[in-house]
């Protein structure tokens, strides 16, 4: 019995070490993505509003008509640029990436520490079922923001490149 209390001790640091890494990585995605959401949030503002006085120019000329067809058109693509900034930058909030994983793993460190004082051999695997659900569901949490973080400091390398070519030129 001595190796599985060994066993619950290692899965309760374990949670306790992934708890403490899920802030700092909200700040290493904080830093990266900051500037970039800012920018595009710029953008689609800029967009939108240049699309607000396009047709507010149109309705008082009046001498253009206005198609029903092609506003929706416009309409529909800037909702779609909308949708697609709001998937990129969504799961990288405070509550995906510091919240919800620290709520799992804590619950983690709460089963772990059930086992180990409520421990009877019996009872071991209703204890680690709940323990290694809770941290694989924060992993998932913590890995989905370390590959959105991968993606953006890529594209920020990109971006970087290609302002250093034109520079050349």
Same mark, same amino acid.
């Given at each position: 019995?001595?190796?599985?209390?060994?066993?619950?001790?290692?899965?309760?640091?374990?949670?306790?070490?992934?708890?403490?890494?899920?802030?700092?990585?909200?700040?290493?995605?904080?830093s990266f993505l900051g500037p970039k959401y800012a920018r595009a949030a710029n953008a689609?503002?800029?967009?939108?509003?240049?699309?607000?006085?396009?047709?507010?120019?149109?309705?008082?000329?009046?001498?253009?008509?206005?198609?029903?067809?092609?506003?929706?058109? /416009?309409?529909?693509?800037? /909702?779609?640029?909308?949708?697609?900034?709001?998937?990129?930058?969504?799961?990288?909030?405070?509550?995906?990436?510091?919240?919800?994983?620290?709520?799992?793993?804590? @619950?983690?460190?709460?089963?772990?520490?059930?086992?180990?004082?409520?421990?009877?051999?019996?009872?071991?695997?209703?204890?680690?079922?709940?323990?290694? @659900?809770?941290?694989?569901?924060?992993?998932?949490?913590?890995?989905?923001? @370390?590959?959105?973080?991968?993606?953006?400091?890529?594209?920020?390398?990109?971006?970087?490149?290609?302002?250093?070519?034109?520079?050349?030129?």
């Open positions: 019995m001595e190796p599985t209390l060994e066993v619950l001790k290692i899965l309760a640091n374990l949670a306790i070490f992934l708890m403490s890494v899920t802030i700092g990585t909200y700040s290493i995605a904080v689609i503002t800029r967009e939108k509003e240049k699309l607000e006085k396009e047709l507010r120019e149109r309705m008082a000329a009046a001498t253009v008509p206005i198609k029903l067809e092609d506003l929706e058109k /416009r309409i529909n693509e800037f /909702r779609k640029k909308e949708k697609r900034m709001k998937g990129r930058f969504g799961p990288l909030s405070l509550l995906n990436t510091v919240l919800l994983p620290t709520i799992f793993f804590g @619950l983690s460190l709460l089963y772990t520490s059930l086992g180990i004082h409520m421990f009877t051999g019996s009872d071991l695997s209703v204890i680690y079922g709940p323990i290694l @659900l809770f941290i694989a569901i924060g992993l998932i949490f913590l890995g989905r923001t @370390l590959l959105m973080i991968q993606r953006a400091a890529r594209e920020t390398a990109i971006t970087l490149e290609e302002v250093k070519e034109s520079e050349e030129t």
